[in-house]
């Protein structure tokens, strides 16, 4: 059975300040495929060709063909932008959005760090025109494309409680840790917003 955000804590049950953006905010370790959601967040490339990671389970979950018959009415996605296709034969969600986030090869340049922040951004501004009020994001560009993951939920994390600060739309975000670091650095980065309140 796929989890439920009922089942999920937010953030605010462990920091009890900030409610309004913790309140908004999840930590889940597991397969994003197997989440009750409104929209999960996809690690694509350029094509929208599918591949490993995180974007080859969800197209297994979605059906292949099904679901590269809808990228394919994309012209591809840059870099920072996403895209959004329906949930194909994953049920228990509305809709998948695909972006395609920077490739890091040494240190993160403030180029690199700004594409990954318009991922998100993009991601929850095309949720916002589609009416999703539930996004559950994996840590794009942290597997294959090889940016850091220190950088990464630092960046994140400070993007997202920014947005939600000012944002009334989104109900909930999930940030899905598949792997046990990144499940620990949004912790911490959290903890260190936390402690600002
Ligand atoms: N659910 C949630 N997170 C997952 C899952 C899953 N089922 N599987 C992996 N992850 P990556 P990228 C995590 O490499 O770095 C693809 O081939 C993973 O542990 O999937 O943006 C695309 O087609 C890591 O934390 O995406 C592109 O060519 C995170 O998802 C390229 O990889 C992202 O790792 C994109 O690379």
Redesign the pocket.
Known sequence: MPATLAEIPTLFHKFRVAKRVLDRVSIWDG???NLTVDAIVN???SRLA????????IHRAAGRNELQAECRKYNGCAVGDAVITSGCNVNHIKKIIHTV?PQVYGSVTDEKRENLIACYRTSLDIAIENGMKSVAF????????GYPNDDAAKTVTKFLTEFLENDDQIERIVL?T??QV?NELYNEYFAKYAATK
Do not use: M, R
Request: aromatic fraction near 8%.
């Open positions: 397969d994003i495929t690690a694509a490339n599918g591949g490993g990671g995180v974007d080859g389970a986030g994996c840590c794009i560009s942290t597997g294959v494309y899905v598949f792997l990144d």
